[in-house]
């Protein structure tokens, strides 16, 4: 089983379209990112949660809008998408937002044509 | 230092070789240190957690030792081996503003050659 899952690995679409990822983890962790991989492969928070709760929320456009139905998910939904938006995005989860190191899906490549 | 720092960017090693590399971070409001391994194609995945000045951890070949006080971290590879090719990547954690965000180095890429 695996612990971090997001869906889909890999995401072409066009400039204008509205597109989703979505992430999962199976672990019972309360706190759960998401994190983008730029183009020189630096890994930069873009929002968290815990327990459902929105408490990292960096600047990202408005046009990125992440959602937790539950604890275990957390999903990204991006509205109106930009060549800029191209990149890997990571999902992540820890223990609890203090507490514990990050355990990462396998990445959500999105190309925007 | 107002960023989490990381030296070199890339690094070429024979194998058998021990090395290290360097990561430097904002010593306020410190929380916690990580370190994370990066192979290509997959994600990071956590080698140590340390919170205590003067923390040493151990894993295997591979070690990590912690200054608060002046805001570094050192991680050493012991014998390094083809296997050992990967992104290692620090970050730090910050209790500044109550959210505990956690932010990462640019990396060191280390390429062990067989």
């Known amino acids: ?113 | 230092i107002l960023n989490v720092e990381q030296s070199p960017q890339s690094l070429h090693v024979q194998e058998g070789d021990s090395t290290n590399f360097t990561c430097s971070f904002p010593s306020s409001n410190f929380y916690a240190l990580h370190w994370y391994r990066w192979e290509t194609a997959k994600s990071p995945e956590a080698l140590f957690v340390m919170t205590l000045n003067g923390d040493e951890k151990k894993k295997g070949r591979i070690s990590a030792t912690l200054n608060t006080k002046e805001g570094y971290s050192y991680l050493y590879i012991k014998g390094s081996q083809p296997e050992d090719s990967a992104t290692y990547l620090c970050a730090q954690q910050n209790s500044g503003g109550s959210n505990y965000k956690l932010t990462f180095g640019k990396g060191t890429l280390l390429t062990v050659n067989p």
């Open chain 1, 1 to 113: 089983d695996t612990a971090v899952s997001q869906t889909p690995k890999y995401l072409v679409t066009q400039m204008g379209n509205d597109k989703s990822i979505k992430c999962e983890q199976n672990l019972g962790h309360d706190t759960m990112y998401w994190y983008k991989q730029d183009s020189k492969k630096f890994l930069k928070i873009m929002f968290s949660y815990n327990n459902k709760e929105l408490i990292i929320n960096e600047t990202v456009p408005n046009r990125f809008s992440p959602k937790s139905p539950d604890k275990a998910h957390l999903n990204l939904h991006i509205n109106s998408l930009e060549l800029g938006d191209s990149a890997v995005y990571f999902c992540a989860s820890s223990l609890t937002r203090l507490y514990g190191e990050l355990f990462f899906g396998e990445g959500s490549r999105l190309t925007v044509l």
